[in-house]
């Protein structure tokens, strides 16, 4: 009975489990110590000759070097984009464009660890979001606008569409190669070309994006990738060559971009900032309800321009929802990007950081009052822990501005009314959250927010299918859906008109 | 949790011991947590000692009509030993029997910290009388059950008669004596995840120790989803009267990998408190073998045949 003995003395279980690294192997990647530009269907040294490192967010260390494209740079693109345009690309048949599209999607997929991994060693975030979203819907927006592009006709009746021309497509550096889809698709499935610049600090998964070009054999010129800084961005703004821009980032930028626009005919979209509140009613499914606040605010470290970080909470559920909130962030494995056990990873940039940092400083002394989970941070690179604002007043700096960080700001309503009137009072208006199991209220609620995406019982859901994008301050035109080919587009609906 | 608000009028429950907003339970949402839990990537040591646990909860399990205290004598040295050539495999949890087998399974588990767990109260449909179930129930603890796994009444509850239900689980309880109570609530006959909240709710307002997902008797067993519910529900009542309930999920877990995702489910949802035998068990007539032939290859980096794991 020794034996026995022995197996009953057991001690108790640990106290803890903590689970074994579980990091994705990154070797799937091979980086090139330096990147050049890719136009006209090549890589090439830039004329300017500067070049600047990128990063790994995780461990502060350089992944390799990029190019800083000046003007010369962007003019070429232009021309090359520009060439392409009126050389082939705008004459070859709708199915024939749609066939490319469905290739890129394709290898899109078939690549589709290797983008994973390098996405998230270059812009920080978790491996199982960029495993399980930022690439499925990468690859689900090209095959989308594939199908668009022999439809046009179609889904524009009696308007002739016809294509712009060259696109300037200046993208965040929050989702590089989701943004790139959902400027690219669009953009080629209605038959224009396109200059595209990825953000400074994550420029790699754009110029990876390149050889899947090279393997579609998508003719030379149609898409061209110029690297950069603000300055880059600026250019291409001001090219003379560039038919629209689409510019997605923040809403002070966007701005400026509206003023440089201003009387050139160029046609713009902005897909801007936003200060989203998330509505949560004391009928709501209360477990789920935290999911969607953490899912809203958390997911890519709170870089998310619809990000739900104003919390609205019916007040005679406040307690439990605030309770359940702590309770689930103590269990958020914040750490290495490429663990796939990792919920919130790295902030994208020292300068990122030092916005949120200061932003959240000036909360604290505003009179919010903070939590924070225990949390182990890894001792290099840019992180921040979950943070949980309550007691904030719609007054506040952290419920006004957008901290772009995994920042919630807590505030509190007694009536429907009253819920619309703080949800809506803020310049932006991107998108909106209500949770309630009341399906009539969900009704007319999401009528009178003004929000361009309101999500009912969940939050941060995207679908190729569906139209994105903001109002007042968050900016115009639409992404996604029918309604993203037509910033694309030219009509000439005269014969209908009867003009 | 200090302010839970009233209860929807209609619906019969005691308000002693207080248990927390019956609220509801979004699927959509809940089905999508437990998959993004269930892709945890669990390795090595972490998986190891969730291996190790997932002996130490189990319910080993055979309910047949063919039951014999032959067959219960060969699960008895099973469930004491696990693996003879191992000595470092821990016994199980327990042994659930049906009633006529408590003796026989009694008798061969003496000495070791196996108990001896018995369905009772008409088990698997619960659709008898009342005294007949308690009779039952008081005849399995006279035996020396050390627990009691009972069913609801899911006529009654699903005709609405709550608190029938509930008195049946308080007389139930009463008639357990010091023998720990596990609801079962059938989940695959309950419908709705709301209704699974409910019923959760009410077993536990009513006494129980544990609640229990299924009787292992329909196809529509254990899930992850389904057992969240129950989770959330006992963290629930937890933070309201800071009493804590039990959980066992049973049917349908036959591989060590659904073993380990349960129990990363319950580590996320309720911590660390609740991974010990008194308040997680795991029932599963099959399950055995497979975590036994994943501890033998986490230690010795190789799978080995079936054949040298003992069919019992």
């Known amino acids: ?499 | 949790m200090a302010k839970a608000p009233a209860l929807p009028t209609g619906f019969e429950l005691p308000l002693e011991p207080r248990i927390p907003r019956i609220g509801s339970v979004d699927q959509v949402a809940v089905e999508e947590r437990a998959a993004t839990l269930a892709r945890r990537s669990i390795k090595r040591e972490a998986k190891l000692f969730a291996l190790d646990l997932a002996v130490r909860i189990m319910d080993l399990t055979t309910l047949e009509g063919q039951d014999t205290p032959g067959k219960i004598a060969a699960l008895a040295s099973k469930a004491i030993r696990p693996d003879p050539s191992d000595p470092g495999i821990p016994s199980v949890a327990a042994l659930c029997v049906y009633p006529n087998l408590v003796p026989a399974a009694l008798e061969k588990v003496k000495g070791s910290s196996v108990k001896v767990a018995s369905v009772a109260t008409a088990f698997p449909s619960g659709q008898s009388p009342t005294h007949i179930k308690v009779a039952e129930v008081r005849d399995v603890v006279e035996m020396g059950a050390d627990e009691v796994d009972m069913v609801i009444d899911r006529g009654a509850f699903l005709s609405g008669r709550y608190a029938k239900v509930y008195d049946e689980i308080v007389q139930v309880k009463e008639a357990s004596g010091k023998a720990h109570l596990k609801v079962i609530l059938e989940v695959g006959e309950l419908g709705t995840y709301d209704n699974v909240r409910r019923a959760s709710l009410l077993a536990m307002a009513a006494g129980a120790d544990f609640i229990k997902t299924s009787t292992g008797k329909l196809p529509a067993a254990a899930t992850l989803p389904v057992t969240l519910v129950m989770l959330e529900a006992i963290r629930d009542v937890y933070q309201e009267t800071g009493r804590k309930v039990g959980m066992k999920p049973a049917g349908g877990i036959r591989q060590a990998k659904q073993a380990v995702q349960y129990l990363v489910q319950l580590y996320e949802t309720l911590g660390a408190e609740w991974l010990t035998p008194d308040l997680y068990r795991i029932g599963a007539s099959t399950l055995l073998n497979d975590v036994l032939m994943q501890i033998r290859k986490e230690k010795t980096g190789s799978y080995q045949s079936p054949d040298y794991f003992t069919i019992d």
């Open chain 1, 1 to 499: 009975l020794t034996d026995l003995e022995r197996r009953q003395d057991r001690s108790p279980v640990p106290s803890g489990w903590d689970y074994a690294p579980a990091p994705e192997a990154r070797d799937i990647v091979t980086l090139e110590e330096r990147y050049g530009l890719y136009i006209g269907g090549e890589l090439v040294e830039p004329r300017s000759g500067e070049y600047f490192r990128t990063l790994d967010p995780s461990r502060e260390e350089p992944l390799a070097e990029v190019a800083q494209s000046g003007k010369e740079d962007v003019d070429l693109a232009v021309r090359a984009a520009r060439d392409a345009f009126e050389n082939g690309w705008s004459d070859i048949s709708p199915a024939e464009r749609a066939k490319y599209l469905f290739r890129i999607a394709r290898i899109l997929q078939e690549r589709s660890r290797e983008f994973a991994v390098l996405e998230s060693l270059n812009g920080g975030k978790p491996i199982r979001e960029s495993r399980d979203v930022d690439l499925p819907l990468t690859a689900a927006h090209f095959f989308y606008y594939a199908g668009w592009a022999d439809k046009l006709e179609y889904a524009f009746p009696n308007r002739r569409p016809k294509p712009i021309g060259v696109a300037g497509q200046i993208i965040p550096w929050n989702f590089p190669l989701l943004m790139l889809a959902w400027k690219v698709a669009p953009a080629l499935a209605a038959g224009n070309t396109v200059v595209l610049k990825p953000a400074e600090t994550t420029p790699l998964s754009a110029l990876l994006f390149a050889d899947v070009l090279r393997q579609a054999e998508l003719p030379p010129g149609v898409v061209n990738i110029i690297t950069g800084d603000g300055r880059t961005g600026a250019e291409l703004v001001k090219n003379e060559g560039v038919d629209k821009i689409a510019f997605t980032g923040s809403t002070e930028v966007g701005k400026a971009i509206q003023r440089e626009l201003a009387g050139t005919g160029k046609k713009l979209t902005l897909e801007l900032g936003g200060k989203a509140a998330n509505i949560i009613f004391d009928d709501a499914a209360l477990d789920q309800a935290v999911e969607g606040i953490v899912n809203g605010i958390y997911f890519n470290q709170g870089h998310v321009c619809c990000a739900g970080s104003r919390l609205l909470v019916q007040e005679s559920i406040y307690e439990p929802v605030i309770e359940k909130l702590k309770q689930r962030l103590r269990t958020l494995r914040v750490g290495d990007p490429l663990d796939k056990n990792t919920d919130v990873g790295a902030i994208n940039s020292r300068e990122q950081l030092d916005k949120i940092k200061e932003l959240v400083a000036s909360g604290e002394e505003e009179g919010a009052e903070i939590y924070q989970p225990p949390c182990r941070l890894p001792e290099k690179g840019y992180w921040f822990v979950p943070t949980v604002f309550t007691n904030v007043a719609q007054s506040y700096r952290v419920a006004q501005e957008e901290i772009f960080g995994p920042v919630l700001s807590v505030l509190t309503f007694r009536t429907p009314d009253e819920a619309v009137e703080k949800a809506n009072n803020t310049p932006y208006g991107l998108s909106a959250g209500v949770w309630t199991e009341k399906g009539s209220r969900i009704l007319s609620i999401a009528q009178r927010l003004r929000a361009g995406v309101i999500w009912a019982n969940t939050y941060n859901r995207f679908d190729p299918t569906s139209p994105f994008g903001g109002y007042k301050e968050s900016g115009f035109g639409r992404e996604g859906g029918l309604h993203g080919l037509e910033p694309y587009l030219d009509f000439d609906d005269s014969e209908t008109r009867g003009e």
